[in-house]
C-alpha cells in the first residue's frame, strides 16, 4: 500500500525557517517524481515545487523560487521541502505528492497535509 | 504560466443529474490536463490523467474529454459522495498550474 507521511510544519514567524519532510513507503521511490503542493485555508490548490526521480532537476513555483528548496533521499525513500524567508502567504496545508512515473507528474497518491503556519 | 480558468465556480444540481464541469488553459496544454476531486478536511484525489484516462479505481461515471484549451469533466449520474470541490490541473510546461476550482452542490 502506498503511504505518504508529511511532517514538519508548525508555527514560525515572518522571516524564519522550516523543514518539511514528506516519508514514503509502499512503491518504489527512486523511480517517481514527487512534488509539492499547497493549499492556503479556504483557497484552492497550489502547485509549489516538483523534483525528478533521481533528484538533478528541480522546479518551483515563481511565488516560492530563491526561498524553497526540494530535495529527496532515495536512499531515505523521503522527500524534503526547506523553506527560507516564510511570509504571511505561505500559510497552508503542504501536501507531498506521488507522480504517475518518472515523468508524469499528475499526483496518484497524496499525504494527509502538515500545516504551516506564519504568524507575527 | 498557463492559466487555467474553471467554470462554473459553483454547480447546484441534483443526486442523479449530469455533472458537466469545464477547465479553459490559456494556450494549449495538449492532452496533459487531470482532474482531482477533494473532500473538505483531505488530500485531493486523482480522477482523470491526460485528459481522458481514469486513474485506478474511479467509478466509470467519471469521465474527461478535450484537448488543446478546452477540456470537460462530465459525471454521468451524481451520487451523493460526488458533491464535492474539483481542480483541473496542466503538465505541459513549467510552471504546472491549477485551475481554481469548481463546488459541485446538492441543489
Known amino acids: 500500500e502506498v503511504q505518504l507521511l508529511e511532517s514538519g510544519g508548525g508555527l514560525v514567524q515572518p522571516g524564519g525557517s522550516l523543514r518539511l519532510s514528506c516519508a514514503a513507503s509502499?512503491?518504489?521511490?527512486?523511480?517517481?517524481?514527487l512534488t509539492w503542493v499547497r493549499q492556503a485555508p479556504g483557497k484552492g490548490l497550489e502547485w509549489v515545487s516538483g523534483i525528478l526521480s533521481s533528484g538533478a532537476d528541480t522546479y518551483y513555483a515563481d511565488s516560492v523560487k530563491g526561498r524553497f528548496t526540494i530535495s529527496r533521499d532515495n536512499s531515505k525513500n523521503t522527500l524534503y521541502l526547506q523553506m527560507n524567508s516564510l511570509r504571511a502567504e505561505d500559510t497552508a496545508v503542504y501536501y507531498c505528492?506521488?507522480?504517475?512515473?518518472?515523468?508524469?507528474?499528475?499526483?496518484?497518491?497524496w499525504g494527509q497535509g502538515t500545516l504551516v503556519t506564519v504568524f507575527s | 504560466e498557463i492559466v487555467l480558468t474553471q467554470s462554473p465556480a459553483t454547480l447546484s444540481l441534483s443526486p442523479g443529474e449530469r455533472a458537466t464541469l469545464s477547465c479553459r488553459a490559456s494556450?494549449?496544454?495538449?492532452?496533459?490536463l487531470a482532474w482531482y476531486q477533494q473532500k473538505p478536511g483531505q488530500a485531493p484525489r486523482l480522477l482523470i490523467y491526460?485528459?481522458?484516462n481514469r486513474a485506478t479505481g474511479i467509478p466509470a461515471r467519471f469521465s474527461g474529454s478535450g484537448s488543446g484549451t478546452d477540456f470537460t469533466l462530465t459525471i454521468s449520474s451524481l451520487e451523493p459522495e460526488d458533491f464535492e470541490v474539483y481542480y483541473c490541473q496542466h503538465r505541459s510546461n513549467w510552471p504546472l498550474t491549477f485551475g481554481g476550482g469548481t463546488k459541485v452542490e446538492i441543489k
Open positions: 494556450q494549449s496544454v495538449g492532452s496533459s
Open positions: 509502499g512503491f518504489t521511490f527512486s523511480s517517481y517524481v
Open positions: 505528492a506521488k507522480g504517475r512515473d518518472g515523468s508524469n507528474w499528475f499526483g496518484d497518491y
Open positions: 491526460d485528459a481522458s
